[in-house]
């Protein structure tokens, strides 16, 4: 996530977060056994399932109310209240 994140350029973001994947790969086979990571997968795959639907109509919701609140064009572009006097 630090790399995904960081302020660099996408061609070596993808390459870190690639490096970063390889190497929680090597980690995960070398520390843990066949059990543990079966236990692992399984897990996030059902925190996903739960997450999922909540995170895809969190995003949904926002799209759809977005364009109902009415901007307040006084206070656009302007750094702070004070400024909009």
């Known amino acids: 996530?630090?790399?995904g994140t960081a302020p660099l350029?996408?061609?070596?973001k993808l390459v870190l977060v690639g490096a970063f994947?390889?190497?929680?790969?090597?980690f995960g086979i070398k520390?843990?056994?066949?059990?543990e990571l079966n236990e692992w997968m399984h897990e996030t795959?059902?925190?996903m399932k739960m997450i999922f639907p909540i995170l895809l109509l969190g995003?949904?919701?926002?799209g759809v109310i977005k364009p109902l609140?009415?901007?307040r064009?006084?206070?656009?572009?302007?750094?702070?209240?004070?400024?909009?006097?």
Not at 9 to 12: E, I
Not at 21 to 26: D, V
Not at 31 to 35: E, T, V
Not at 59 to 62: A, G, L, N, P, T
């Open 73 to 85: 064009s006084s206070l656009q572009g302007k750094k702070s209240f004070q400024e909009g006097r």
């Open 21 to 26: 994947s390889i190497l929680t790969l090597f």
């Open 45 to 47: 795959y059902n925190f």
């Open 1 to 3: 996530m630090i790399a």
């Open 31 to 35: 520390y843990y056994d066949r059990d």
């Open 9 to 12: 350029d996408l061609n070596m």
């Open 69 to 71: 609140i009415r901007a």
């Open 59 to 62: 995003v949904f919701m926002s």
